[in-house]
Every structure is written in C-alpha cells, then in structure tokens.
C-alpha cells in the first residue's frame, strides 16, 4: 500500500514549474484567473479545483498554473480576494518556496474605480490607487469604499 499521508503535498506538488496559489477562499477561483489574466486563450496550462476539502479552511479552491511564477504585483492583487492563500513555487514537480499571501497597503493600476465621476476613470491619464482596508479598497482620488465585490474593479 502506498502511504496516503503525504496526500496534501502530493496534491500541491503534482505540476512540474509553476505556481499552485492554495488556501483560496472557495469561489474565489475563477476571480484567481481572472487577476492572471487568464482566459484559456493563450495555451496556458492552468489547473482548478473548486470546494477542495481543506483542514484550515472548510472547503477551499486551488489553482495550479504551469510554467509561471507570479509577480509580487499579481499576489498584491491577490491577496485582497483570497487573503488566506499560500503560494507554492514548484520547480521540478518539488515546492521550493511556500508563503502566505500579505495585504499591501496600497495598489496601484490594478483596479478600476466603480465611481464614473472619479478623476481616474474620466479619460484622465491618472493611474488608479487605492488604499487597502481591513475589510475592503478605498480608491485615493475619490474615496469610494468598495467591500464586496473587489473582483469586479480588476482592471483587465
Ligand atoms: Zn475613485
């Protein structure tokens, strides 16, 4: 019999280079690929799993994406939809690099305002930021507070 106690690691491990983001709040996986810029369109080799069984969180997602480490701009942007998540770098089907996500306290041109009259969506050559809550974004220029929904203000 093989031993099953390893089944975690296995599990995170199973890609050859890239990146496993683990520990995403379950849901958040199709938002995940949409901060990568992910559409299935340009032969990327991406891995989901939706409502995993989890030990620290109920149910969780997981997505694998091969061949890419992701840049700190990514796991900021990241953070703020699936703040429990780790990163698994992956060389050669081993993890050689595990952190958790941390929330920055600010981005910068990740996200779009949702206020049509904010000077940063008026055509104005002005790049987004926002300021990182405990709870939600609060866009610098206007001071439009977003809470649910993060997802929807990535700009794609
Ligand atoms: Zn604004």
Avoid: W
Avoid at 37 to 52: Q, W
Avoid at 83 to 100: F, G, M, T
Avoid at 116 to 130: A, D, H, L, R, W
């Amino acid at each position: 019999m093989t031993p099953v106690s390893n089944d975690h690691e296995l599990r995170v491990s199973k890609i050859r280079h890239g990146t496993v983001i683990d520990h995403v709040r379950a849901g958040q996986a199709l938002n995940v690929l949409a901060i990568l810029g992910i559409d299935g369109g340009d032969g990327e080799e991406v891995s989901v799993g939706i409502n995993v069984p989890s030990d620290r969180l109920a149910r969780k997602d997981i997505v694998k994406v091969e061949d890419r480490e992701l840049s700190q701009d990514e796991v900021d942007v990241l953070s703020l939809i699936a703040p429990d998540a780790s990163i698994n770098i992956v060389r050669e089907y081993e993890v050689v690099e595990k952190h958790r996500v941390e929330r920055p306290d600010a981005v910068e041109g990740v996200l779009s305002c949702p206020n049509p009259g904010c000077i940063t969506t008026g055509g104005e050559p002005v790049t987004s930021q926002f300021e990182v809550l405990e709870d939600g974004v609060r866009c610098a220029y206007c001071g439009t507070i977003t809470r649910e929904e993060i997802a929807s203000l990535i700009d794609t």
